[in-house]
């Protein structure tokens, strides 16, 4: 640490800190994650290894990186780049929703990080306007800060995060429902963020899990089987019975002021079905991003960097009938 000058605590958790520092021969600005006691834990020192060695896969523009590891008095430290300013500060700035010039470069970028880390076998499920960093130019970073939990899957779940701590949170329902199709739980969790850049608004809000819950099936109709049977298997829900309706309020109806193309870029994220649900390879096909050649003009570039693991070529997305 004697290179670093610290700045100050930007926040802390159950395993460490993380500083604000600077460094004293460049000057600059970086976060450094600092372990608590990981030389004496060996549940610390299994996850600080399991993190590190996902984040030096993880590099790309879109995500915030990790530029350096060291210890020191048997205390281990992770050195990031340093972005402080989240798409939940913008919102506070504009209540009722991001202005129309960033919402699309935000989103595809959102897009492409996400669909970085699905491809590396990386699902990260914690997609918020919390953790959407943005620059005070135009990029915007995924913060990718949270612990792993490797699966008995290929794919590593990004987080130690349980269900019943995903209060207010529009992930809950893919975590419940979908939790065994991976890449489908970081696309709805996009819709979702994509709603709440657009009009300041969560699309599901609700005062418990169950009310969540309910807000879902009145916007898409009744739980399709397989949901009905993960929902009575999940202990969060033990003693309760599954939210019905008779009529549906859909999108549309919820969204009247969207844009046609993003309201359709939603749905589709959105699918309740997760097998359907497209990857984000081709979410960034989709129409919004590409009909009057944004994507082309600003990005084309790196959409690959999407691709990665999945196999087959891009295939562009028409809106949904």
């Not at 099936?217 to 399709?224: A, E, P, R, S």
Request: hydrophobic share 40%; charged share 25%.
């Amino acid at each position: 640490m004697e290179k670093y000058e610290n700045l100050g605590l930007v926040g802390e958790g159950s395993y460490g800190i993380v500083l604000k520092c600077r460094h004293r021969d460049t000057g600059q600005i970086v976060a450094i994650k600092k372990f608590l006691d990981s030389e004496d834990h060996k549940s610390v020192r299994k996850i600080a290894a399991r993190e590190i060695k996902m984040l030096k896969q993880l590099r790309h523009e879109n995500l915030v990186n990790l530029l350096e590891v060291f210890r020191r008095k048997r205390r281990l430290y992770l050195v990031f780049e340093f972005v402080d300013h989240t798409v939940l500060d913008e919102l506070e700035r504009y209540p009722r929703g991001l202005p129309t010039a960033r919402v699309r470069p935000c989103l595809l970028q959102v897009l492409r990080a996400v669909g970085f880390c699905n491809s590396n076998n990386v699902v990260h499920r914690w997609t918020t306007p919390v953790n959407v960093f943005l620059r005070i130019v135009d990029p915007c970073y995924f913060c990718i800060f949270l612990f792993q939990e490797a699966s008995q899957h290929p794919f590593k779940c990004h987080s130690d995060i349980r269900l019943n701590e995903y209060k207010q949170s529009p992930l809950m329902f893919a975590c419940v429902c979908v939790c065994e199709r991976y890449r489908a739980v970081d696309v709805w969790a996009v819709g979702c963020v994509a709603v709440e850049i657009q009009t300041g608004e969560p699309v599901f809000p609700g005062d418990s899990d169950i009310d969540q819950l309910y807000q879902i099936v009145k916007c898409f109709g009744n739980l399709m089987p397989r949901h009905r049977e993960l929902f009575y298997k999940n202990p969060v829900f033990t003693g309760l019975k599954v939210p019905e309706v008779h009529a549906v309020e859909p999108l549309e109806k919820r969204l009247p002021r969207l844009p046609p193309l993003l309201l359709d870029l939603i749905k589709q994220c959105l699918y309740m079905d997760a097998d359907t649900r497209p990857p984000c390879s081709r979410l960034l096909q989709h129409d919004y991003f590409t009909a009057d050649g944004f994507a082309d003009k600003r990005f084309s570039q790196h959409l690959e960097l999407c691709n990665g693991a999945q196999s087959g070529p891009y295939h562009s997305i028409k809106p949904s009938a």
